[in-house]
């Protein structure tokens, strides 16, 4: 199962492995109140397409393109990711407010498409 989650929400046992996919850490929140097991900036949307969104959901369709195009040249990595969820639950931690529009959504969906 994976899962998203804001990260300033607590940690609680039913999130399994948890992971930051923010080029950013988030503000004010300490790396041991996160609790996050990895940190993989490198997932996140790159910095020029992060700004360009700027959280609109108006260009929500075109970032999640983007962001699908981004990230085709880490498809390895992408299913390695798939797969530690198994047998567990992955959740994937995001720090936008906009609970519908941000890239823990969007990269969610890629990989339940690489499953």
Known sequence: MIKIKRVYEPSRPP????ILIDRL?????SKAKASID???KDLA???RLRKWFNHEPKKWDEFRRRYH???R?????????ARKKRPGTITI???A???EHNNAVALKELLEELR
Do not use: C, I
């Not at 850490?25 to 929140?29: A, D, E, Q, T, Y």
């Not at 040249?73 to 990711?81: C, I, S, V, Y």
């Open 69 to 71: 195009e981004e990230l």
């Open 97 to 99: 407010r906009d609970k």
């Open 38 to 40: 990895e940190w993989r």
């Open 25 to 29: 850490w988030p503000r004010g929140l």
């Open 45 to 47: 949307p790159s910095d």
């Open 73 to 81: 040249p880490k498809a390895e990595e992408l299913r390695e990711l």
């Open 15 to 18: 999130d399994g492995y948890r």
């Open 93 to 95: 931690l995001y720090g």
